[in-house]
């Protein structure tokens, strides 16, 4: 939620905030703005709407920019996105300038306290309070960093801040708590971003920041303090992708550039995690085999797309390790007093790692003395950093708001997990892990297959189009692919869509049906557990008899489906548990389509941000 980008160094500071502006706007699109030094002043300009607006103001209205500079790009919290709540906010004297995201808690008692003291504020905004409180402690000690840790001691809640000051031109601060911040450090220039992607065109070498520190940036170098002023240690490291990966790459929206990638992503994700032997070595698993032998509870926490990888997860590691496991939405468990203990193993699934629902549950799950594993894709976030242990997934950055190939990693890694923890636990034998993993090894080449036959798909999402409902049913792990098609529907074409049970149709959901209601039916193997498909195939009869449009996702073999359904979509023949892997793809290719043909903006859909780092 978000992006804040800060620059020093020798370039144009207006152009590499730009540049970094635009790699983030997937985390906010409601305004943006940019702060520069020039002329020993702040030349500032903020608009409200996309990025676009924004250059369009700066073509009409040039600024004149020197080598220091911050910028932002809303997703709003407190007042609407107007041009005046857009960031930077000044202080009276219009000397300071401060870029924020999350949310200050006790905005609303600084700024009764600032109005005493004769401030005017004149925005609805939590964020100005800062730029006053800065300027009135900037105006007794002259340094910024200093007066960015005493005003950062005042405040509560969530926040990533990012500032200048006229009267020290050279200098860019940044502070955090509970909110991504990153600093990368060039050939004498720095950055400050909320995602290593604004300056990966420039250097990959990165400091992560900790909770509560603030970081001074200079041209010579970055100095990292605590709030308290105490310096802190930093941990750097090289960024493991370039520019190019955060690129559109020849395609109109990073989304399908994104599902494009699945095979290369499900594949880079096994690489190096399974031996010689074929036994898994997952290295990063930093919790003892034999404090996973004592585990006698998994609990997964997650949101969004991540919550459904965590509800096929659950299938998988139930019936290979025989612990039991419960799945739960963040933003739900820890305000439900859950159960945890030292024996249980908490799994948080995020592909930002900046997720505040999930960064919060994983806080309570380790203060009840439980050990948390993470699934990530990004180096360096704040949930991995916060776990005792992470498998990251190497999906690559996922820029498009709607989560793709992130999802197909999820999967794998909970698929490993779940293998590692019956092949400590041993309750799979070595050879039935080898057989499995020959089948996940297979996956990337069976997600390629399903992207070479959706053509059918996409035609029949376009004649759709002007549909106000689809309907997705699932049995078993075909239930969670039901939940996330409908997700990616509704988020992307912006259409009343919901996922069920195909078991639960008959207890309320089949007065839904209507003549011609689309439904997306997910087909478990005829040649798993047959029982499934029978069910569902018996599913499928009563809601045709009904009148809906049945739209079925089968594999390639099983005929019995082809009576019942007005649309056939063939998926590779997979094990039952790996069936996701494949049964997800057609959705995503139909959500994406179905937008694009009801002229949605498919990368940046409306109201959202990728990244949800407040609560
Ligand atoms: O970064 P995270 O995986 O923690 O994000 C969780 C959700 O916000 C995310 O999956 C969201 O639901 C996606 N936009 C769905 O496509």
Redesign the pocket.
Known sequence: MCGIVGYVGARPALDVVLAGLKRLEYRGYDSAGVAVLADGGLATARKAGKLLNLEKELAERPLSTGPTGIGHTRWATHGAPTDTNAHPHLDNAGRVAVVHNGIIENFACLRAELAERGHELSSETDTEVVAHLLAEEFSSCADLAEAMRLVCRRLEGAFTLVAVHADEPDVVVGARRNSPLVVGVGDGEAFLASDVAAFIAHTRSAIELGQDQVVELRRGGVLVTGFDGRPADVRSYHVDWDASMAEKGGYDYFMLKEIAEQPKAVADTLLGRIDASGSLTLDEVRIGASELREMDKVVIV?????FHAGLIAKYAIEHWTRIPCEVELASEFRYRDPILDPRTLVIA????G??MD?LMALRHAREQGSKVLAICNTNGSTIPRESDAVLYTHAGPEVA???TK?FLTQLVACYLVALYLGQVRGTKWGDEIQAVVRELSRSSQDVERVLDTMEPVRALARSLAHKGTVLFLGRHVGYPVALEGA??LK?LAYMHAEGFAAGELKHGPIALIEEDLPVVVVVPSPRGRSVLHDKIVSNIQEIRARGARTIVIAEEGDETVVPYADHLIRIPATPTLLQPLVATVPLQVFACELATARGNEVDQPRN?A???TVE
């Open positions: 997650a949101c969004g797309t991540a699934i995020s592909q930002s900046e997720t999930t708001v709607a989560s992130a997700l990616k988020e959202l990728k990244s949800v």
